[in-house]
């Protein structure tokens, strides 16, 4: 990813291609050199062109993340022939960025561990054109990472939502 970031003690702003905000965890696996086995597994995981602000408190502890992202849908006309001519999906066609934002509770030391530890909540909402309808894509997640014993992490998220199955790679494609 690529992106230019200002940085002040409580708060940062960053624009260019990153991580989503929603549902910010991906699999970690020594299966795979570069894209875990299993990472799209139903995981809501992709990095988008975005304009993002981020506030801390609290020495970092309470954290609010917001962004604009680019409404990248992943499909394609199927009048496009040529893989270098880039035509508009339906999430560009309906000409509104998503919108994402996500809250979380975190320490460097979560409860004497010695090692950080989060829990956070996101959500999620885009639209995308359709011929002449439009479909809003809306979602909310949770996400944690606490750590059990000095070597052993407990990590995970759980979301719901409708029309969040552009957020999937399968097989090196976006779908």
């Not at 624009?15 to 549902?23: E, N, P, R, T, Y």
């Not at 999620?124 to 011929?131: D, E, M, N, Q, V």
């Not at 809003?136 to 014993?149: I, N």
């Amino acid at each position: 990813s690529a992106y230019a970031k200002l940085d002040w003690e409580t708060a940062s702003l960053a624009a260019g291609q990153d991580w989503m905000v929603f549902a910010p965890l991906n699999p970690v696996s020594i299966a795979s050199a570069a894209i875990p086995q299993m990472a799209a597994a139903g995981n809501p995981w992709i990095r988008l062109p975005q304009v993002r602000l981020e506030k801390r408190w609290h020495q970092g502890t309470v954290t609010w993340q917001g962004a604009a992202l680019a409404p990248a849908t992943g499909d394609f006309p199927p009048t496009n022939t040529a893989t270098f001519l880039l035509q508009p999906g339906t999430g560009a066609a309906a000409r509104l960025p998503f919108f994402q934002s996500r809250v979380s509770l975190g320490a460097k030391d979560w409860l004497g561990m010695g090692k950080p530890g989060s829990v956070g909540a996101s959500a999620h909402y885009g639209r995308a054109r359709l011929s002449e309808s439009e479909s809003d894509s809306v979602g909310l997640a949770l996400d944690w990472s606490f750590p059990l014993v000095p070597r052993f992490t407990l990590s995970g998220e759980t979301f719901f939502g409708r029309d969040l199955g552009f957020f999937t790679i399968r097989d090196g494609v976006l779908r």
